[in-house]
Nanobody, 126 residues
Framework: QLQLVESGGGLVQPGGSLTLSCAASGSTLDYYGIGWFRQAPGKEREGVSCISSSGSSTNYADSVKGRFTISRDNAKNTFFLQMNSLKPEDTGVYYC???????????????????WGQGTRVTVSS
């Protein structure tokens, strides 16, 4: 059973950077599509970014393109979300997700992700 644990959230000023990490255990990530969702207070959950299990497809929400970068290190069984030029609207709880043999659709909500981390809070505020 795959388990995911996020880390790296916190308080950052607008324009700052954070890197979120998602460490997997219980199984190798080699055959999993992986990604990040977030949920801002009072808003619906939003798919932020994903990478397909093959590595051939990567997508970003329009709101984070050019500022966020998703990456994976299968050797460390970990994946990351590098977040730059953070804005107050990036505030929320960020969840890492994984799906066995998962793809990376343009609209992440169209694909079920069976495995979720517990979430890490990101607050962008001066």
């Amino acid at each position: 059973q795959l388990q995911l644990v996020e880390s790296g959230g916190g308080l950052v000023q607008p324009g700052g950077s954070l890197t979120l990490s998602c460490a997997a255990s219980g199984s190798t990530l080699d055959y999993y599509g992986i990604g990040w969702f977030r949920q801002a207070p009072g808003k619906e959950r939003e798919g932020v970014s994903c990478i397909s299990s093959s590595g051939s497809s990567t997508n970003y929400a329009d709101s984070v393109k050019g500022r966020f970068t998703i990456s994976r290190d299968n050797a460390k069984n970990t994946f990351f979300l590098q977040m730059n030029s953070l804005k107050p609207e990036d505030t929320g709880v960020y969840y890492c997700v994984a799906e066995y043999l998962g793809g990376c659709p343009r609209r992440m909500s169209s694909q079920p992700f069976d495995y979720w981390g517990q979430g890490t809070r990101v607050t962008v505020s001066s």
